[in-house]
């Protein structure tokens, strides 16, 4: 990750799945952005359970406030969301969050979990659009929301990650009542992918077989600020660092 970052002009990096406490967060990003020459501000939210989950937002840029957290406050929630905001150049404040839906699975607590931090963000995200001037939230959302989102969506059409009543909270984050915009699915256009998960198992990064789940969900003055957008996965198997890869949007910002 370390040499990735380093060949990235990156001005705010946001994390999930950090599965780490402060100190080794603040020990490893202090390694890797050490050759920028800049002193990064970190801003984690932990998990309740040590090794579970967890996000960050990382930045040249100090925010002047960071809030951690959604919903009643269930330990299963923990870990999961970190909103931090930054003054732009025009004064106009941007919010930044950095989220981590659960995973799920089908008939079991975990998807009971799931569908309830769905709910949360449903009420909280047109809030923060109605609050705010600018919202980015960035992060692994454990959902593809339409079939161009997934492979082989056919074969995913009854497990989560592509269930119908998931998918339909997509449809309202990017509806009239959201009010925010699928960034690169708006750059990108109507495409296959590009996806930005591959399981470890098979040949599925190989044949290119993944998911779309990794978002940037912006409010829409901010996403006509939108120049480009990548998917940055590794050029082989055997240089992966993550199941998952990067994508970065660069914005001209005032």
Known sequence: ?????????VDILALQEVRADESIV??????MTEPTGVAWHIHEEEAAQKGR??????SRTEPTEVRSGIGDG???????????????????????????????????VKQEHKMRFLEYMRHHLP??????????????LNVGHTELDIKNWK??????GFLPEER??????FGDEGGYVDVARTLAGPVEGPYTWWSYRGKAFDNDTGWRIDYQMATPALAEMAEKSAVDRALDYSLRWSDHAPLVVDYRLP
């Open 155 to 160: 074969g995913n059409v009854k497990n989560s």
């Open 168 to 173: 339909a909270y997509f449809d309202g984050y």
């Open 53 to 58: 989950a967890g996000v960050a937002i990382v």
């Open 74 to 108: 269930h330990p299963e929630d923990q870990g999961r969301w970190v909103e931090a905001d930054f003054t732009l150049g025009d004064g106009s404040t941007l919010t930044v969050v950095s989220v981590y839906v659960h995973s799920g699975e089908v008939g079991s």
């Open 127 to 140: 809030q923060l659009a109605r609050t705010k001037d600018h919202v980015l939230v960035v992060g692994d």
């Open 1 to 9: 990750m370390g040499e990735w970052l380093a060949s990235r002009d």
């Open 26 to 31: 603040t020990k490893l990003i202090g390694e």
